[in-house]
């Protein structure tokens, strides 16, 4: 089974990049299963219906999201329709939503979890425990598991790959919007990045406008931030896994440029 996931997809940029881009990833990678995180998806925050139908007509199958979840209203409704989108398993009881799903393509199936860490943002539920729970819940038949953590702390990713080895196919974490080079595949056969990168402007600080970023680190007034409309980067990653076990056999990072010319 080949998987393709896409880091933080921000704002209109983001989404040119992925109307771009994915046609020449689906031609060179050919997934099973093409999965995008949507969480500053609408103008750097949060992500609307319109929208996650514009990145389910460009071929994804699943929508993950993270803090920003429900930063646009519209979601509030809609989230329960959509059995394509999750939002982190660890939010308090009574959120809209849901934070795992199970994804069909053909016979194949592909479990994908949203989780999110607690070092350096809200104080929600325990993520390590959430996940050894959803892990117990799922049924027994599902061998593919993927999990976006999103999570701030490098630490808190790292420590969540370990607690999670031999028990999900992979441990991919969002967020940072900025791509490590730690790709590897654990000893138990998960695979690991500590975080995929973001899919947006490469001219502002991590999607959004560097004027109004640097304006509140320059003065700590209250700022509106705004996605930038620079060229775009795109940051995803590709993974193999063995049909029978669901373990890891390949993980690889995927970066591309506007102007880079190679898959126009
Ligand atoms: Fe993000
Ligand atoms: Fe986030």
């Not at 089974?1 to 704002?11: A, H, T």
């Not at 479990?111 to 999110?116: F, L």
């Amino acid at each position: 089974m080949k998987v393709v996931f896409v880091g933080d997809v921000v704002g209109s940029v983001g989404r040119k990049a992925l109307k771009n881009i994915l046609p020449y990833i689906k031609k060179t990678q050919n997934p099973d299963f093409l999965i995008v995180n949507g969480e500053n998806a609408a103008g750097g925050k949060g992500i609307t219906p319109e929208i996650a139908k514009e990145i389910y007509d460009l071929g994804a199958h699943g929508i993950t999201l993270g803090n920003h979840s429900w930063d646009k209203r519209e979601i509030f409704e809609y989230i329960d329709e959509d059995k394509r989108m999750i939002r982190p398993a660890n939010f308090p009881l009574g959120t809209p939503g849901k934070g795992y799903t199970i994804l069909k393509n053909g016979s194949k199936e592909l479990a994908i979890v949203n989780v999110q860490g607690r070092t350096f943002l809200p104080p929600l539920d325990c993520p390590f425990a959430k996940m050894d729970q959803i892990v117990h819940e799922l049924p027994n038949r599902i061998k593919h598991i993927f999990v976006d953590f999103h999570a701030e702390a490098t630490s808190e990713k790292i420590a969540m790959g370990w607690h999670l080895d031999g028990k999900v196919s992979a441990v991919v974490g969002t967020h940072t919007h900025v791509q490590t080079h730690d790709e590897q595949i654990l000893p138990q056969g998960t695979a690991y990045v500590t975080d995929v990168g973001m899919v947006g402007s490469r001219e502002g600080v991590l999607g959004m406008e560097r004027e109004a970023v640097l304006r509140k680190f320059m003065t700590q007034l209250p700022v509106r931030f705004v996605s930038d409309s620079g060229k775009w980067q795109f940051h995803g990653i590709s993974l193999e896994l063995d049909d029978a076990t669901g373990k890891a056999k390949k993980i690889k990072l995927l970066r591309h440029f506007e102007d880079e010319v190679r898959f126009e």
